[in-house]
């Protein structure tokens, strides 16, 4: 997917990138190929292959909910900055934070975010598990997003915490959603989440499927979660 045909495809979708989108998009990629060298962010490379797996991908999220308004984000996991950065250079509107277990990734986001001249965007070198305990955080954000990171009972635990009651847990998910979330369901259930919907689909081109999971919080999520840094993936919820 050229960048051309990026901005096509969002706009048959409805979203319309002014000039200044358009180049963020660009230096994004720019710098994702640059830092690359030097800290493993990514396996995609290739400029259209980044747009359609990366840019595209994580747009997705905004064809089934809605980001229009001024409401907060957490990204968990979000290595290169997937799916939150893309939606937020969409989105200007939206807080950002992403929380992210490696420090090198950490110092890509806030070289990227000056380089793309974000506002609101907060950047967080900690665990999951630990940040779901932390008391500023947990149960405060409007939406927690997560790709490609983790199964789904673990990622519930991962992620329901930060979840403000009636706020949603939207996973982005490849092939392998719906059995993921079939095992996932008594995690989602006990920390408070009902799933919503599950909307599947192909990306453009290249044709792979992909899966957008909403989950609504609907209960507080009880205080014992997340558990531990490590045991969630050790042990998942059943």
């Known amino acids: 997917m050229k960048p051309e045909q990026f901005v096509q495809a969002l706009k048959e979708k409805g979203i319309n990138l002014s000039e200044k989108q358009i180049e963020q998009f660009s230096i994004y990629f720019q710098e994702l190929v640059e830092w690359n060298q030097k800290v493993n962010l990514t396996a995609i490379t290739d400029q259209e292959e980044v747009y359609v797996k990366h840019f595209y991908d994580c747009v997705t999220a905004a064809f ?35 929380v992210d277990s490696l420090k090198k990734r950490i110092t890509f986001l806030n070289h990227l975010a000056t380089k793309l001249e974000l506002s609101n965007v907060a950047f967080y070198h900690d665990r999951a598990e630990n940040f779901g305990k932390n008391k500023t955080f947990r149960e405060s954000f409007d939406i927690v997003t997560a790709r490609a990171v983790a199964r789904m009972s673990v990622l519930s635990e991962l992620c329901l915490p930060l979840v403000k009651k009636n706020g949603v847990f939207i996973a982005m998910k ?60 050790k042990e998942p919820i059943e």
């Open 64 to 98: 089934y909910h809605d980001f229009n308004q001024e409401i907060s984000i957490c990204d968990i996991g979000a290595g290169a900055g997937f799916p939150s950065i893309p939606l937020k250079i969409v989105f200007p509107q939206l807080k950002v934070t992403i």
């Open 174 to 233: 490849g092939a392998q959603a719906k059995d993921e979330l079939e095992v996932g369901k008594p995690a989602i259930e006990l920390l408070g989440g009902e799933v919503e919907e599950i909307h599947t689909f192909s990306l453009p081109v290249e044709e792979s499927e992909r899966s957008i999971i909403i989950i609504s919080k609907k209960r507080q999520t009880p205080k014992k979660y997340p558990r531990k840094a490590g045991l969630p993936n």
